[in-house]
Every structure is written in structure tokens, then in C-alpha cells.
């Protein structure tokens, strides 16, 4: 059972470049989402999905772009990379988290920097 | 303007001694609440919850505890381990809504 896989686990860009982290899960999922984690920040909402099709901002959505054509996937594309982006990114998925008890599981992070 | 509030970044607890980490939060439309351990190099992953209709839910040595009035929640950890030092997030979700609000974590370290 993979849970939520992310790829890459590690990346180099330079400023200006675009790139996609994958997100997967295996666990037929309705809801997904892409977190961000700063030191001190914790971890910020960048989109979210509801379901295939449906895509959303959180808290952070600038410099994002997102889309959910399946269940299984919801990858996180960067447009034109900034060094405000250096940071570690967490996909999520879980079943409804509007209903009590559903757990949200997380893949074990993407590092990013951005040179 | 942060919706949920860990104001301790950091706490140091005796092992064997009680580990309580507090956790505030601003809206009174949150429905669930959870609590999320998270170990470097790793992704987070889920500890315990509770429902806004309960004060208090139990497993094991975590147990968390809602103020419903004062807008406040806490975990605590009985008795704490050396495997128990990690960044706990304190989470909500609001009420028909599908986001889940972090707060910024309290990195917990247990002594020997």
C-alpha cells in the first residue's frame, strides 16, 4: 500500500524556471491537497481538490497552479520559480474532512530550493 | 490573521513526566479538531482528533481536551517518551468546509 507518493523528493531551480511536483495516492481519495512548510510558519494551504475536476486557492495560492483530471493524481506546477519558494512541500489526500474521523494522510515531502 | 494559534514554538519535558501541548484558535465555526506528529525528513502524520461535540477523546498515553468557551484545545502526553520528541501540529476544520487549518507547530523535546 504506497499511501500518498510525491516526486521529486528533492529539487534544484533557478530563478525563472517552472516545474511540476507529482502527487499520487492509492487510496481513492476525494480530497487532495498541497501544503507548504516554512520554519516558523507551519504548514501553509496552497490548493486543495474536492474531486477529479475540481480545484481550489488556500491560504498561499500565488505562483501556483494546480489541476485533478483523476482521482489519483494532483500535481502542484510551479510557473516561473522565486526564492520565496525554497521550501518544503506536503501533499495530502484523505476522504472527506468535513466528516469526523477521516484521517488525512501526507507523502513524506518535496525539499525545493530556488536559486 | 491566524485562525489557530500554537504560541509555545518550543517545550522541554522530563521523560516520564506529562507533556501538554496547548493550542488556540479564533473561529467558533470549527467542527473537528486533530493533532498531527511530524518527525524531520518526514511528512506529518495523524496522532489524535475530536469532534467539537466532545471535551475530551483518549488513546493510549495522548489524550486532548476542548474548551469549547475559551476556543481552546490541548494534548497531553502521559507519560512522555524520548520517541515522543517531535513537532506537533494542532489542525481544525471548519464547519461545511472542506480546508484544514494548521497552526505552526510546537516542537516538543524529551529529556532523558
Known amino acids: 500500500n504506497a499511501g500518498v507518493t510525491q516526486t521529486p523528493k528533492f529539487q534544484v531551480l533557478k530563478t525563472g524556471q517552472s516545474m511540476t511536483l507529482q502527487c499520487a495516492q492509492d487510496?481513492?481519495?476525494?480530497?487532495m491537497s498541497w501544503y507548504r512548510q516554512d520554519p516558523g510558519m507551519g504548514l501553509r494551504l496552497i490548493h486543495y481538490s474536492v474531486g477529479a475536476g475540481i480545484t481550489d486557492q488556500g491560504e498561499v495560492p500565488n505562483g501556483y497552479n494546480v489541476s485533478r483530471s483523476t482521482t489519483e493524481d494532483f500535481p502542484l506546477r510551479l510557473l516561473s520559480a522565486a526564492p520565496s519558494q525554497t521550501s518544503v512541500y506536503f501533499c495530502a489526500s484523505s476522504y472527506d474532512p468535513g466528516i469526523s474521523g477521516n484521517t488525512i494522510y501526507f507523502g513524506e515531502g518535496s525539499w525545493l530550493t530556488v536559486v | 490573521d491566524q485562525q489557530v494559534k500554537q504560541n509555545s514554538p518550543s517545550l522541554s519535558v522530563q521523560e516520564g513526566r506529562i507533556s501538554i501541548l496547548n493550542c488556540d484558535y479564533t473561529?467558533?465555526?470549527?467542527?473537528?479538531f486533530l493533532w498531527y506528529k511530524k518527525y524531520p525528513a518526514e511528512g506529518p502524520t495523524f496522532l489524535i482528533s475530536i469532534s467539537s461535540i466532545k471535551d475530551k477523546n483518549e488513546d493510549g498515553r495522548f489524550t486532548v481536551f476542548l474548551n469549547k468557551s475559551a476556543k481552546h484545545l490541548s494534548l497531553h502526553i502521559v507519560p512522555s517518551q524520548p520517541g515522543d520528541s517531535a513537532v506537533y501540529f494542532c489542525?481544525?476544520?471548519?464547519?461545511?468546509?472542506?480546508?484544514?487549518?494548521f497552526g505552526k507547530g510546537t516542537r516538543l523535546h524529551i529529556l532523558p
Open positions: 489542525a481544525a476544520i471548519p464547519n461545511r468546509d472542506d480546508k484544514i487549518i
Open positions: 473561529n467558533s465555526m470549527f467542527d473537528y
Open positions: 487510496m481513492n481519495h476525494e480530497y
